[in-house]
């Protein structure tokens, strides 16, 4: 059964492994995925761990429900101090990975130490091995998973790797597996490379029994009919993500030229409908894949239509590559997209920190704040799709003084290049925000503002909000499993009721990441979507646990204090700009210059702002300085962390 | 249900590799979540984007049923399909072997043969798969619907010809 499932310590230093089972009253508190391996980070990490350094633990994992007969239980979630950020990092990824580690026997993996030479784990149906991964170091993402295959004579193998973006310990380098599923945010392919690991790869064969297979089958055909007779996925299925990206451009929420626009302007080329145009020109008209289990299929696939890589094949682009390689460099070229999109998947870096960080560098270079002698004759202006392709692969490989810079991350950066710079760094904690401009979006922006990991929108965003929903239906879908009595606002451009939106969907965010599935199934892009209210019938046809609604809310709530505690623990405090829930003061100081009637002219109120952390620390139990109330603790369970009970 | 000559369809150009058909069908038949325990497998060439679920094609002359020395395999015509009789099966594999599809799989926990049964009718694999790459369709419509398939495509690039021409 799924609770059978293993945990694995395993020390790179030593070669020792362990392996332990998870106590039921473990998975009672924490269920699994990231909310156990939040625990587990705070109990298997010293306070100021290098990032690093051998002894922060990197934990992998898949949720309790991975590879049962729920649906999309696909998400593999990655944790360790990050070496971008210095607080928690945190990443979560689709495609086969996780299914195939819980067949092989394992939920959980705590890998510490640094082994002597490159190496990678191979897990079979319970064994553990560390092989030497000389033949596969140095290789891109897909070239070594497809030589690990060859190695190990089994095409079935799944892994996940670093690429030499990894390797060269560039801070915000990405895991991987398969083409392009992506666990991009906070570094964690760093952490990879600095322990010597290239990769974990898995090829299992064992029982998954289903507690009540029956009715296990039955309900996973009436909530994949509810996740796919939902419009917004019917969308997601054709046109992928880009399709946000699109119908947020239209109204101005995306960031253009890196923080000086809100709309990108002559994107025809990089609209979601171009973008499916030349999947279907150059696919055929199916080109739509899915990961483990999942029918919304949202995952295009496409060959590169023109230019020197032309017929390179490669999956996506997701929204945060029109974003990252068309919006914020204000490039607005397809192939530029779709090149870009390719370079990062091959490379393990995160989309999102890329496009991000060259555009603030792009807006530097025109302010003169860095120059043509710094980038080596770069050119590196908004516009450029050549320099930010260049870009690309000079942080990769860390070439040239500017290049290797950024490859250690904004905050670091910005104190080489000096003046005043940082002033127009968009990120929070030390991780760039994505594409998206929260100015006339409150709640997206308090959403960006206390995100356990940084800058994220898959943390907490209420992104409901911009549908308008008449109040009573918010009030049905906000005021449950736990009631809420204060007012909530249709509209996107209010104050009102947004912490307690951003808090709700905090804790849905967490419950769907610990039971593994993803966030397309849950309250996030569509309103009519499966929550707290029809997950413990899953958990229990599934696992035969029994939970409540309202047990599962606590669990969530218990796991985001986790994280919550461990970022204190590492420094968080609520004002700082580098380790803090606020925002850059661009956010409060420069009006948006495009957009809808209802967007144009806004800023945040920082008064206003200031009053929504006040009262989403409320919600949370958290005190004015951002710190969990004694009461809270005992509520949750939680005044004797670390506990050591794994 | 009638199901008399109903045989599964695959149009792998439809599949997107999700193998949510090799979920249900482990979970229908032994009620477990195990991939290789299902009658129905995804074989991928991730590199090109293809995927091509396979299964039992339940044959006219089927070789499995012809080189099973203890007579165990049979067609069942009622359902149109090749079935095992465990009682006679003496686990030589020689069926797996012969098997042009690599359809026969071997259960190596249970120690026995398996292959797909239809569901007795109501195939899993084509009950979850919403993109229809899995269908069970009347024998004699599957050439009438492949027909119709291949002319959608020629019409489709016939009328872009039509239009670049214009």
Redesign the interface.
Known sequence: MALNRKIAYINLTTGDIEVKPIPLDVRRKFLGGRGLDAYLLLNHSEKGCDPLGPDNPLIVSGGILTATCASATARTHVMAKSPLTGLLGSCNMGGFFAPEMAWAGFHHLVIKGKAEKPSYIYIHNGEIEIRDAKNIWGKTTTDAQWAIRDELNDQEVKSLVCGPAGENLVAFANVMTGIKNAGGRTGMGAVMGSKNLKAIACRGTMDIDIAHPVEALEYNKRFIDQITSAKVNKTQGTLGTPMIWGATNSWGGVRTRNFQYNQCEYADDIEPERIDEICEETMGPYHMSGCFGCQVHCRAQYRIPSGPLKGKYDEGPEYTSQGAFGGEPDCTSAETVLVGNHLVDQYGMDNLEVGSIISWAMELYELGIITSEDTDGLDLRFGNDQALLEMVERICFRKGKVADALANGGIQASRIFGKNSFDYLIQVKGMSNLHSDERATPGLALNIATASRGSDHLRSRPAIDLYHLPEEVLQKIYGNPVPYNGKLSSEHTEYVGKPWQVFWQENCYMGVDCLGICKYHTTFLGATLPNFEDWPKVLYYNTGLEFTPEELWEIAERCNMIERLFNLREGLTRDDLEKGDMLNHRYFDEPTRRGAPDVVGRTIDKEKFVRMIDEFYEHKGLDKKGKPKTKTLKRLGLTNEPSHML | METKDKVLMINP????????CE??CA??H????????SRIRVMKW????V?IPMACQQCQDAPCMGVCPAGAISRNDELNKIEVDYDKCIGCRSCVAVCPFGAMGFN??DKKVFKCDLCDGEP?CV??C??QAVEYVDADDVAILKKKEAAKKLH?TSHKIALKKA
């Open positions: 150009e439809k599949c997107t590799g999700c193998r949510l979920l249900v979970v229908k032994d009620g477990a979540s195990n991939p290789s325990r991730e590199m090109d984007g995927y190596s926990i899993q009950r979850f919403e993109v489709a």
